[in-house]
Protein backbone atom coordinates (compact mmCIF):
# COMPACT_ATOMS: atom_id res chain seq x y z
CA UNK A 1 0.00 0.00 0.00
CA UNK A 2 1.25 3.37 -0.96
CA UNK A 3 2.58 5.03 2.51
CA UNK A 4 1.55 8.08 4.41
CA UNK A 5 3.72 10.27 3.75
CA UNK A 6 6.89 9.64 6.30
CA UNK A 7 10.47 11.19 7.57
CA UNK A 8 12.12 8.72 5.50
CA UNK A 9 15.65 7.76 6.88
CA UNK A 10 16.32 5.16 4.22
CA UNK A 11 20.25 4.80 3.20
CA UNK A 12 21.89 3.59 6.37
CA UNK A 13 20.66 1.63 9.50
CA UNK A 14 21.12 4.35 12.14
CA UNK A 15 18.53 6.44 9.83
CA UNK A 16 16.08 3.57 8.91
CA UNK A 17 13.39 4.69 11.39
CA UNK A 18 10.34 6.40 10.12
CA UNK A 19 7.80 8.25 12.02
CA UNK A 20 4.58 8.70 10.56
CA UNK A 21 2.26 11.64 9.72
CA UNK A 22 -0.96 11.51 11.12
CA UNK A 23 -3.54 12.05 9.14
CA UNK A 24 -7.04 14.52 9.82
CA UNK A 25 -10.65 14.56 8.36
CA UNK A 26 -11.57 16.70 5.20
CA UNK A 27 -15.48 17.98 4.47
CA UNK A 28 -17.37 18.74 1.98
CA UNK A 29 -20.84 19.88 2.06
CA UNK A 30 -23.97 17.68 0.36
CA UNK A 31 -27.22 20.59 0.53
CA UNK A 32 -25.27 22.35 -2.43
CA UNK A 33 -25.84 20.58 -6.39
CA UNK A 34 -23.27 23.19 -8.16
CA UNK A 35 -24.35 24.44 -11.63
CA UNK A 36 -23.67 21.66 -14.05
CA UNK A 37 -24.38 17.69 -13.84
CA UNK A 38 -22.37 15.01 -12.12
CA UNK A 39 -20.38 12.56 -14.78
CA UNK A 40 -21.56 9.88 -12.69
CA UNK A 41 -24.76 9.60 -10.31
CA UNK A 42 -24.50 10.15 -6.74
CA UNK A 43 -25.71 6.41 -5.52
CA UNK A 44 -23.24 5.17 -8.35
CA UNK A 45 -20.57 6.91 -7.25
CA UNK A 46 -20.87 5.66 -3.85
CA UNK A 47 -21.02 2.70 -4.58
CA UNK A 48 -18.30 2.19 -7.06
CA UNK A 49 -15.96 4.15 -4.49
CA UNK A 50 -16.58 1.80 -1.86
CA UNK A 51 -15.68 -1.15 -4.31
CA UNK A 52 -12.92 0.45 -5.93
CA UNK A 53 -11.20 1.40 -2.07
CA UNK A 54 -11.80 -2.13 -0.66
CA UNK A 55 -10.22 -3.92 -4.24
CA UNK A 56 -7.18 -1.30 -3.86
CA UNK A 57 -7.18 -2.73 0.24
CA UNK A 58 -7.39 -6.31 -0.61
CA UNK A 59 -4.97 -6.15 -3.13
CA UNK A 60 -2.02 -3.86 -1.99
CA UNK A 61 -1.49 -7.00 0.77
CA UNK A 62 -1.79 -9.91 -1.91
CA UNK A 63 2.20 -10.87 -3.03
CA UNK A 64 0.58 -13.84 -5.02
CA UNK A 65 0.69 -13.53 -8.60
CA UNK A 66 -2.86 -13.42 -8.22
CA UNK A 67 -2.35 -9.58 -6.36
CA UNK A 68 -0.54 -8.59 -9.64
CA UNK A 69 -3.37 -8.92 -11.26
CA UNK A 70 -6.02 -7.52 -8.70
CA UNK A 71 -3.70 -4.28 -8.26
CA UNK A 72 -3.70 -4.00 -11.97
CA UNK A 73 -7.33 -3.30 -11.85
CA UNK A 74 -7.35 -1.56 -8.97
CA UNK A 75 -4.73 1.36 -9.78
CA UNK A 76 -3.37 3.01 -12.26
CA UNK A 77 -0.17 4.99 -13.08
CA UNK A 78 2.11 6.01 -9.98
CA UNK A 79 -0.12 4.68 -7.75
CA UNK A 80 0.36 1.11 -10.06
CA UNK A 81 4.17 1.55 -9.82
CA UNK A 82 4.38 2.23 -6.39
CA UNK A 83 1.40 -0.80 -4.94
CA UNK A 84 3.75 -3.31 -6.80
CA UNK A 85 6.18 -2.14 -5.04
CA UNK A 86 5.09 -2.43 -1.75
CA UNK A 87 4.20 -5.47 -2.18
CA UNK A 88 7.32 -7.41 -3.23
CA UNK A 89 8.25 -5.96 0.50
CA UNK A 90 5.62 -8.16 2.19
CA UNK A 91 6.86 -11.35 3.15
CA UNK A 92 9.45 -9.43 4.99
CA UNK A 93 7.11 -7.39 6.96
CA UNK A 94 5.64 -7.87 9.96
CA UNK A 95 2.35 -7.93 10.94
CA UNK A 96 2.27 -4.21 12.90
CA UNK A 97 4.20 -2.62 9.82
CA UNK A 98 1.11 -4.04 7.37
CA UNK A 99 -1.61 -3.16 9.66
CA UNK A 100 -0.04 0.23 9.61
CA UNK A 101 -0.63 0.99 6.03
CA UNK A 102 -4.02 -1.24 5.95
CA UNK A 103 -7.11 1.31 4.31
CA UNK A 104 -10.54 0.65 5.66
CA UNK A 105 -12.73 -0.59 3.60
CA UNK A 106 -16.28 0.54 5.31
CA UNK A 107 -17.35 3.81 5.84
CA UNK A 108 -16.05 5.08 2.66
CA UNK A 109 -17.43 8.69 1.26
CA UNK A 110 -17.59 10.08 -1.77
CA UNK A 111 -16.35 13.96 -1.36
CA UNK A 112 -16.37 14.74 -5.15
CA UNK A 113 -17.10 13.78 -8.55
CA UNK A 114 -16.31 15.11 -12.02
CA UNK A 115 -18.90 16.99 -14.06
CA UNK A 116 -20.65 15.26 -16.97
CA UNK A 117 -18.32 15.85 -20.29
CA UNK A 118 -15.13 16.44 -18.61
CA UNK A 119 -11.99 14.22 -19.14
CA UNK A 120 -10.71 11.91 -17.65
CA UNK A 121 -13.84 11.59 -15.09
CA UNK A 122 -12.73 11.39 -11.61
CA UNK A 123 -14.43 10.40 -7.82
CA UNK A 124 -12.60 11.86 -5.25
CA UNK A 125 -13.37 9.64 -1.90
CA UNK A 126 -12.23 9.63 1.67
CA UNK A 127 -11.80 6.54 3.70
CA UNK A 128 -9.69 6.00 6.84
CA UNK A 129 -6.21 4.05 7.98
CA UNK A 130 -8.27 0.79 9.51
CA UNK A 131 -5.49 1.27 12.50
CA UNK A 132 -5.69 4.92 13.43
CA UNK A 133 -8.83 6.17 11.97
CA UNK A 134 -6.53 9.25 10.50
CA UNK A 135 -8.45 10.01 7.01
CA UNK A 136 -7.01 9.44 3.68
CA UNK A 137 -7.66 10.91 0.12
CA UNK A 138 -8.53 8.59 -2.76
CA UNK A 139 -8.95 9.94 -6.09
CA UNK A 140 -10.48 7.20 -8.80
CA UNK A 141 -9.93 8.05 -11.99
CA UNK A 142 -12.18 6.58 -14.93
CA UNK A 143 -11.07 3.68 -17.66
CA UNK A 144 -12.69 5.38 -21.22
CA UNK A 145 -16.47 5.13 -21.47
CA UNK A 146 -17.05 2.32 -19.21
CA UNK A 147 -17.98 1.94 -14.92
CA UNK A 148 -14.56 1.13 -13.94
CA UNK A 149 -12.70 3.02 -11.69
CA UNK A 150 -9.05 3.32 -10.55
CA UNK A 151 -7.20 4.65 -7.76
CA UNK A 152 -4.92 7.06 -9.06
CA UNK A 153 -3.51 8.35 -5.99
CA UNK A 154 -3.90 7.45 -2.07
CA UNK A 155 -3.03 10.35 0.28
CA UNK A 156 -3.04 10.62 3.99
CA UNK A 157 -3.79 13.59 4.99
CA UNK A 158 -1.37 15.81 7.05
CA UNK A 159 -1.78 16.69 10.59
CA UNK A 160 -4.38 19.07 10.92
CA UNK A 161 -5.05 19.94 7.43
CA UNK A 162 -8.30 20.93 6.51
CA UNK A 163 -10.15 20.05 2.71
CA UNK A 164 -12.72 23.03 2.38
CA UNK A 165 -15.89 21.95 0.74
CA UNK A 166 -16.63 20.50 -2.72
CA UNK A 167 -19.73 20.58 -5.03
CA UNK A 168 -21.95 18.33 -3.77
CA UNK A 169 -21.81 15.00 -5.99
CA UNK A 170 -25.46 15.20 -7.29
CA UNK A 171 -24.56 18.26 -9.52
CA UNK A 172 -20.86 17.94 -10.05
CA UNK A 173 -17.23 19.56 -9.41
CA UNK A 174 -15.57 21.59 -11.87
CA UNK A 175 -12.35 20.45 -14.17
CA UNK A 176 -9.74 22.50 -12.96
CA UNK A 177 -8.75 23.04 -16.67
CA UNK A 178 -6.18 25.34 -17.26
CA UNK A 179 -5.93 26.72 -13.87
CA UNK A 180 -7.71 29.79 -14.97
CA UNK A 181 -8.77 31.83 -11.44
CA UNK A 182 -6.45 29.94 -9.32
CA UNK A 183 -3.52 31.96 -7.35
CA UNK A 184 -0.97 29.98 -8.83
CA UNK A 185 -1.10 27.63 -11.40
CA UNK A 186 -0.64 23.46 -10.85
CA UNK A 187 2.48 23.40 -12.26
CA UNK A 188 4.22 26.44 -9.85
CA UNK A 189 3.07 25.11 -6.81
CA UNK A 190 4.73 21.33 -7.58
CA UNK A 191 7.58 23.54 -8.86
CA UNK A 192 7.55 25.96 -5.67
CA UNK A 193 7.28 22.38 -3.73
CA UNK A 194 10.14 20.56 -5.00
CA UNK A 195 12.92 23.48 -4.80
CA UNK A 196 12.21 24.31 -1.16
CA UNK A 197 12.55 20.39 -0.21
CA UNK A 198 15.61 20.22 -2.44
CA UNK A 199 19.08 18.88 -0.55
CA UNK A 200 21.61 20.66 -0.05
CA UNK A 201 20.25 23.93 -0.79
CA UNK A 202 16.38 24.42 -0.66
CA UNK A 203 14.54 27.61 -2.28
CA UNK A 204 11.93 29.65 0.49
CA UNK A 205 8.64 29.61 -1.50
CA UNK A 206 6.00 32.14 -0.65
CA UNK A 207 4.41 29.96 -3.22
CA UNK A 208 3.11 27.25 -0.25
CA UNK A 209 2.35 27.89 3.17
CA UNK A 210 4.58 25.91 5.88
CA UNK A 211 3.57 22.25 6.50
CA UNK A 212 4.54 19.57 8.04
CA UNK A 213 5.43 16.94 5.07
CA UNK A 214 8.01 19.85 3.83
CA UNK A 215 9.64 20.24 7.03
CA UNK A 216 10.16 16.77 7.77
CA UNK A 217 11.64 16.40 4.04
CA UNK A 218 14.02 18.80 5.13
CA UNK A 219 15.04 17.64 8.63
CA UNK A 220 15.86 14.13 7.59
CA UNK A 221 17.83 15.22 4.55
CA UNK A 222 19.88 17.31 6.84
CA UNK A 223 19.82 14.11 9.04
CA UNK A 224 21.11 12.40 6.66
CA UNK A 225 23.93 14.49 5.64
CA UNK A 226 25.04 14.54 9.13
CA UNK A 227 24.61 11.07 9.75
CA UNK A 228 27.47 10.64 7.20
CA UNK A 229 30.42 12.49 9.36
CA UNK A 230 31.99 13.91 6.48
CA UNK A 231 32.42 10.91 5.13
CA UNK A 232 30.54 11.94 1.81
CA UNK A 233 27.95 13.47 0.31
CA UNK A 234 23.96 13.27 0.48
CA UNK A 235 21.91 15.17 -2.25
CA UNK A 236 18.31 15.11 -2.42
CA UNK A 237 16.38 15.79 -5.71
CA UNK A 238 12.16 15.74 -6.04
CA UNK A 239 11.14 16.41 -9.95
CA UNK A 240 7.76 17.39 -10.58
CA UNK A 241 6.10 14.57 -13.22
CA UNK A 242 2.78 15.93 -13.59
CA UNK A 243 -0.76 16.36 -12.35
CA UNK A 244 -2.65 13.41 -11.79
CA UNK A 245 -6.18 15.22 -11.25
CA UNK A 246 -8.39 17.04 -9.17
CA UNK A 247 -11.29 19.33 -8.98
CA UNK A 248 -12.71 22.41 -8.24
CA UNK A 249 -13.87 23.89 -4.51
CA UNK A 250 -17.22 24.83 -4.08
CA UNK A 251 -17.77 28.57 -4.50
CA UNK A 252 -15.29 28.99 -6.87
CA UNK A 253 -12.93 29.03 -3.37
CA UNK A 254 -9.67 27.51 -5.92
CA UNK A 255 -8.97 23.44 -6.34
CA UNK A 256 -7.46 20.42 -5.18
CA UNK A 257 -4.89 19.04 -7.45
CA UNK A 258 -3.40 16.07 -7.21
CA UNK A 259 0.65 15.57 -8.55
CA UNK A 260 3.34 13.46 -8.84
CA UNK A 261 6.94 13.59 -8.15
CA UNK A 262 10.05 11.46 -8.07
CA UNK A 263 12.49 12.00 -5.56
CA UNK A 264 16.03 10.53 -5.79
CA UNK A 265 18.21 10.23 -2.60
CA UNK A 266 21.77 9.69 -3.08
CA UNK A 267 25.03 9.24 -1.16
CA UNK A 268 28.62 8.92 -2.65
CA UNK A 269 31.11 8.37 0.08
CA UNK A 270 34.43 9.63 -0.15
CA UNK A 271 36.26 6.31 1.03
CA UNK A 272 34.89 3.05 1.39
CA UNK A 273 32.63 1.79 4.58
CA UNK A 274 30.08 -0.43 5.54
CA UNK A 275 26.79 0.91 5.53
CA UNK A 276 23.77 -1.00 6.46
CA UNK A 277 20.52 -0.10 4.06
CA UNK A 278 17.20 0.27 5.34
CA UNK A 279 15.23 -2.50 5.63
CA UNK A 280 12.71 -1.80 2.63
CA UNK A 281 15.48 -0.81 0.56
CA UNK A 282 16.52 -4.53 1.15
CA UNK A 283 13.34 -6.54 0.79
CA UNK A 284 12.63 -4.37 -2.73
CA UNK A 285 15.76 -4.73 -4.14
CA UNK A 286 18.27 -7.73 -2.48
CA UNK A 287 20.91 -5.04 -1.46
CA UNK A 288 22.49 -5.59 2.11
CA UNK A 289 25.20 -3.90 2.21
CA UNK A 290 26.42 -0.57 0.67
CA UNK A 291 30.37 0.62 0.78
CA UNK A 292 30.97 3.35 -1.78
CA UNK A 293 27.54 4.68 -3.12
CA UNK A 294 23.76 4.07 -3.57
CA UNK A 295 20.32 5.62 -4.83
CA UNK A 296 17.36 5.44 -3.73
CA UNK A 297 13.87 6.66 -6.40
CA UNK A 298 10.81 7.24 -4.51
CA UNK A 299 7.39 7.78 -5.79
CA UNK A 300 5.90 11.06 -3.90
CA UNK A 301 2.09 11.79 -4.42
CA UNK A 302 0.35 14.85 -2.54
CA UNK A 303 -2.30 16.93 -2.40
CA UNK A 304 -2.46 20.78 -2.87
CA UNK A 305 -4.79 22.66 -1.99
CA UNK A 306 -4.51 26.03 -4.53
CA UNK A 307 -6.75 28.98 -3.33
CA UNK A 308 -8.44 31.48 -5.29
CA UNK A 309 -5.77 34.40 -3.82
CA UNK A 310 -2.93 33.58 -1.10
CA UNK A 311 -0.67 30.41 -0.61
CA UNK A 312 -1.40 26.94 -1.48
CA UNK A 313 -1.14 24.87 0.73
CA UNK A 314 -0.25 20.23 1.22
CA UNK A 315 -2.92 18.89 2.88
CA UNK A 316 -2.41 14.89 1.75
CA UNK A 317 0.48 13.28 1.09
CA UNK A 318 2.47 9.54 0.58
CA UNK A 319 5.54 7.74 -0.64
CA UNK A 320 7.07 5.05 -1.58
CA UNK A 321 10.22 3.48 -2.36
CA UNK A 322 9.93 2.28 -6.09
CA UNK A 323 13.40 1.50 -7.02
CA UNK A 324 17.08 1.32 -5.40
CA UNK A 325 20.85 0.65 -6.52
CA UNK A 326 24.00 0.51 -4.25
CA UNK A 327 27.76 -0.98 -4.52
Do not use: W
Not at 168 to 182: F, H, N, Q, V, Y
Amino acid sequence: MPRPAIRRRGLVAALACAAMLSACTGNTDDGDTGSGSAAVAADTAQTTAASAVAAAASSSLDATPAGVAARQKAFVGAALESANAYAKTLPGRTAAEKADAELATTGVKVLGVSRSGDKPRQILAQTTLKKTGAAVLVLLVGDGAGDQFKAAAVTPMLPDAKLDALDAPTGGSAAIGDGKGLATSPSDAMNAFAASVKFPDPTPTKVLADDPLSEQLRQSARAQSQALNNQGAFTQEHQPKGVLGGLRLKGGNGAIVFAHLVRNDAIAMRTPVKLTPAKELTLLTGIKQITTEANLTSNEIVAIVIPASGQARIVAASDQLVAGSGR
